[in-house]
């Protein structure tokens, strides 16, 4: 089992849907969240980044993480076709710069 | 402000050549890492430099693989007697600090081998 779960998709929406993307995770040493977006032929690029537990939002992105479950969740409001690219989550536990990385969802939004 | 660059974007080669791929960092960062990326797959980490020290290279799949950062900026890595396998996208990325910083990330490097 690998410390990082998340469904590879791809996940199909309507433009304007609400987009709900997941990770779970194993190790409870676990403390630093981030979610990255990556377009085709391109690098991650960092969308959220939260430490514990609790929610951040920023824009139309709502990052949420509960720790007693272990799980992350993205939360995409009013989706837009420019939101389809892959979606990964990263993780680290206190004083270590090692992230381990999800494997992405893939995301298309429909017009 | 520029982002962290790498070179070449692609990149092809024939088993058993060797390669260097490379990558600048943004300017100030200490921390500097590579990832290996499959394709459908997340980054797979492969070493961690914090200015000139490698100080994790535990990733690094074989003893074909090679890292450098010998002035704490522009890194290289180096792949000796390329195989098939070796074919994925390679990341790097750069933080400020060291503990906990987010990572910023190049376009990789896509090597294919032929």
């Known amino acids: 089992q690998k410390e990082v779960e998340q469904d590879p998709g791809p996940l199909s929406v309507p433009e304007g849907a609400i987009v709900s993307l997941n990770c779970t995770y194993s190790n409870s040493a676990f403390q630093y969240f981030m979610w990255y977006r990556q377009y085709s032929r391109k690098g991650p690029e960092l969308l959220m980044y939260?430490?514990?537990?609790g929610n951040k939002e920023d824009g139309r992105f709502t990052a949420q993480v509960d720790k007693s479950s272990k799980y992350i969740s993205l939360f995409i409001r009013d989706s837009q076709p420019s939101d389809s690219a892959t979606y990964l989550c990263a993780m680290s536990a206190e004083r270590t710069y090692k992230y381990i990385f999800g494997t992405g969802t893939r995301l298309k939004v429909l017009a | 402000g520029a982002g962290v660059s790498q070179s070449p974007r692609y990149k092809v080669a024939k088993r058993g050549q060797d390669v260097a791929l490379r990558c600048d960092p943004i300017?100030?960062?200490?921390?500097l890492f590579w990832y290996q990326q499959a394709l459908g797959q997340g980054p797979e980490f492969l070493t961690y430099?914090?200015?000139?020290?490698?100080?994790?290279k535990s990733g690094l799949p074989s003893d074909r693989f090679f890292a450098e950062r010998p002035e704490g900026s522009v890194s290289t890595l180096k792949i000796q007697r390329t195989q098939q396998e070796d074919s994925a996208v390679y990341l790097c990325?750069?933080?400020?600090?060291?503990?906990?910083?987010?990572?910023?990330f190049g376009n990789g490097t896509r090597l294919t081998v032929t």
């Open positions: 430099f914090q200015n000139e020290a490698q100080l994790d």
């Open positions: 939260t430490y514990s537990s």
């Open positions: 990325a750069s933080s400020f600090g060291t503990d906990n910083s987010p990572l910023h």
């Open positions: 300017s100030g960062h200490v921390s």
